[in-house]
T-cell receptor, first 112, second 114 residues
């Protein structure tokens, strides 16, 4: 079956630090890959996505590249801000009806 | 702006009660989903619906049922609430055009079963 593995958390960084959150997947076929973010007290919202190999998704300074050879979709940001503090979920969609399989999520805290 | 709303942000119920969680979307989406979110487990799919009156079980349907009488509304029903159903419940909707479709989420309902 499909699965998503995220690195263990939580992660605490100082403002302006570089961020990498690892995500690897197992899927049949050709999945689409997503990063969703959940700010405190809110539901999830799409951060970025990539629908085919070598695509790069980007938004709000975050980037992730769909690497088929390593089955990975790592999230990066060059300089984090306090406002980036949230829970980040990696997910894939590989079947009909846009069903998503999520990783466990990782909490990011950014200190001023 | 797209919008998915859930009937309650916080809910407290007693063991054995029947609980209804309502979700409404205004985007004319065909697909709707119910997840539960628990620390260390991420989001797990309970049920989804790809059309009015159509439903399919997700990964953890036991103890839950759903209803979709209208396209914009998807209800999650806990037939007899138990303490292990204390959780955050998230509703989402999307178009069915393929694997790259974005799901749009509501703000969530935090349910406590005593």
């Amino acid at each position: 079956g499909n699965s998503v593995t995220q690195m263990e958390g939580p992660v605490t960084l100082s403002e302006e630090a570089f961020l990498t959150i690892n995500c690897t997947y197992t899927a049949t076929g050709y999945p689409s890959l997503f990063w969703y973010v959940q700010y405190p007290g809110e539901g999830l919202q799409l951060l970025l996505k990539a629908t085919k190999a070598d695509d790069k998704g980007s938004n709000k300074g975050f980037e992730a590249t769909y690497r088929k050879e390593t089955t990975s979709f790592h999230l990066e940001k060059g300089s984090v801000q306090v406002s980036d503090s949230a829970v980040y979920f990696c997910a894939l969609s590989a079947g009909a009806n846009s069903k998503l399989t999520f990783g466990k999520g990782i909490t990011l805290s950014v200190r001023p | 702006d797209v919008k998915v709303t859930q009937s309650s942000r916080y809910l407290v119920k007693r063991t054995g009660e029947k609980v209804f969680l309502e979700c409404v979307q205004d985007m004319d989406h065909e697909n709707m989903f119910w997840y539960r979110q628990d620390p260390g487990l991420g989001l797990r799919l309970i049920y989804f619906s790809y059309d009015v009156k159509m439903k399919e079980k997700g990964d953890i349907p036991e103890g839950y049922s759903v209803s979709r009488e209208k396209k914009e509304r998807f209800s999650l029903i806990l037939e007899s609430a138990s303490t292990n159903q204390t959780s955050m419940y998230l509703c989402a909707s999307s178009n069915p055009r393929g694997t790259g479709e974005t799901q749009y989420f509501g703000p969530g309902t935090r349910l406590l079963v005593l």
